[in-house]
């Protein structure tokens, strides 16, 4: 959406994620904001937080700040977004940017973008690796679970180099080495690490491993 609204001219691209993220939204987001403030204060989940304190005491604090903080600034975040982007009038004095810097405006976003995903995959990737046990059967997803959150971190320097090379008014040349180095991360890293990982969790070891190490096996299939 924030790459659809800095494009100039049709916001086609930005009516086409609003759409989606208000199915994501509405019945995902809210929903799982409510039921797991509702979950947090039940008496279920009094019990599991005594058996488990600390993973207890983590989920109620982030709960209530979701539910009386973040989404409700989440909520005007974007109001604010369609205010700017559907309700605002058209600026027609100026000052406006060069087309050079409109350009180098979505290359910024689509940078972000690109790094945001990997870093979040590649933080999330290693707290599995660094938790999953040591036995044999746990051996193949432990070492994609680590090849994995390599992988996406090197993407994410990458990514910001390429938006740093789009950035360069005199030469592409920064551009293009940092893609042909993303590109070759990207095959045989990032590609291979999404395959071998999944056919991995639901190998017969996989599967024994996830036996042994429920929650982590089960987030990482989910992941």
């Not at 060069?98 to 870093?119: E, R």
Request: hydrophobic residues 50%.
């Amino acid at each position: 959406m924030m790459l659809g609204a800095v494009w100039d001219g049709s916001k086609v691209l930005w009516w086409i994620f609003f759409v989606l993220h208000l199915i994501d939204a509405v019945p995902g987001y809210t929903v799982a904001t409510i039921f797991l403030f509702k979950n947090v204060n039940s008496e279920a989940f009094a019990a599991c937080a005594e058996a488990h304190p600390v993973v207890g005491a983590a989920a109620q604090v982030v709960s209530y700040t979701q539910a009386y903080f973040g989404y409700v600034f989440y909520v005007f975040f974007m109001l604010a977004l369609m205010y700017m982007v559907l309700i605002r009038k058209e600026d027609d004095e100026g000052p406006f940017l060069d087309p050079v810097d409109q350009d180098k405006l979505v290359i910024f976003v689509l940078g972000i973008m690109m790094m945001v995903q990997n870093f979040g995959f590649g933080v999330t990737y290693w707290d599995l690796f660094t938790e999953i046990g040591l036995e044999s059967e746990c051996a193949g997803t432990r070492w994609w679970l680590a090849y994995d959150a390599v992988v996406c971190v090197i993407e994410t320097t990458f990514a910001g180099c390429m938006m740093l090379g789009g950035w360069f008014d005199n030469t592409k040349i920064v551009f293009w080495i940092f893609w042909v180095l993303h590109a070759i991360d990207a095959v045989p890293g990032y590609t291979f690490a999404c395959i071998f990982l999944g056919k991995n969790l639901k190998s017969e070891d996989g599967l024994k491993c996830a036996e042994k190490h429920p929650s982590v096996g089960e987030r990482s299939y989910n992941v």
